[in-house]
């Protein structure tokens, strides 16, 4: 059972940058898929971004790209979420999942086991 950790979260004004962190309990293999999730109130639960750990390969909703870079440091077993030129629509709960087995075509929360418990990010204007 993988026990996630997120960390980071807080207050900026747009524009600003915030990096996200998220420590795994354990050894996250190869074989897994890292991802980040964001909910605001009222809203579904959306993917942001997700890596495989096996190749590095990423993926990034329209929305962020070109704003925000996940990365994976697997000495630490921790995965990052790097946001720059924050806009206040960024504004959500952001949760890191893990799930085995690789990344699918698509990033949907069910397809995830392991959950943190979310950090806080508010971008005011």
């Known amino acids: 059972q993988v026990q996630l950790v997120e960390s980071g979260g807080g207050s900026v004004q747009a524009g600003g940058s915030l990096r996200l962190s998220c420590a795994a309990s354990e050894y996250t293999s190869r074989y897994y898929c890292m991802a980040w999730f964001r909910q605001a109130p009222g809203k579904e639960r959306e993917a942001v971004a997700r890596i495989y750990l096996g190749s590095g390969s990423t993926y990034y909703a329209d929305s962020v790209k070109g704003r925000f870079t996940i990365s994976q440091d697997n000495a630490k077993n921790t995965l990052y979420l790097q946001m720059n030129s924050l806009k206040p629509e960024d504004t959500a709960m952001y949760y890191c999942?893990?799930?085995?087995?690789?990344?699918?075509?698509?990033?949907?929360?069910?397809?995830?086991?392991?959950w943190g418990q979310g950090t806080q990010v508010i971008v005011s204007s």
């Open positions: 999942a893990a799930k085995g087995g690789g990344c699918g075509l698509f990033v949907r929360p069910l397809d995830f086991p392991y």
